[in-house]
């Protein structure tokens, strides 16, 4: 299994950014996807989920309606929209298939 991260960068507050997620090793289309993320200092905070086919997502109320997950299966590519960033938003992003497997991370930077 892999899972690589890519987008993350350095935004000011009210911008945008698009993670991806490159996964191989496994059938992508059959297993759900997560994000999850660690600010600096704090511990890991599940942001998101999609099911195999795309149809079903849910997120974490801290980014409701700021953040979008889609996933890509002929691409076997995660995606996570964010929107509206702000400054705690800043955080190391990981893809996860499951507890077991994650990437290694891409950081996001909300500031001024």
């Known amino acids: 299994v892999q899972l690589v991260e890519s987008g993350g960068g350095l935004v000011q507050p009210g911008g945008s950014l698009r993670l991806s997620c490159a996964a191989s090793g496994f059938t992508f289309s059959s297993n759900w996807m997560n994000w999850v993320r660690q600010a600096p200092g704090k511990g890991l905070e599940w942001v998101s989920a999609i099911n195999s086919g795309g149809g079903s997502t849910y997120y974490a109320d801290s980014v409701k309606g700021q953040f979008t997950i889609s996933r890509d299966n002929a691409k076997n590519t995660l995606y996570l929209q964010m929107n509206s960033l702000k400054p705690e938003d800043t955080a190391v992003y990981y893809c996860?298939?499951?507890?077991?497997?994650w990437g290694q991370g891409t950081q996001v930077t909300v500031s001024s």
């Open positions: 996860a298939k499951d507890i077991y497997y």
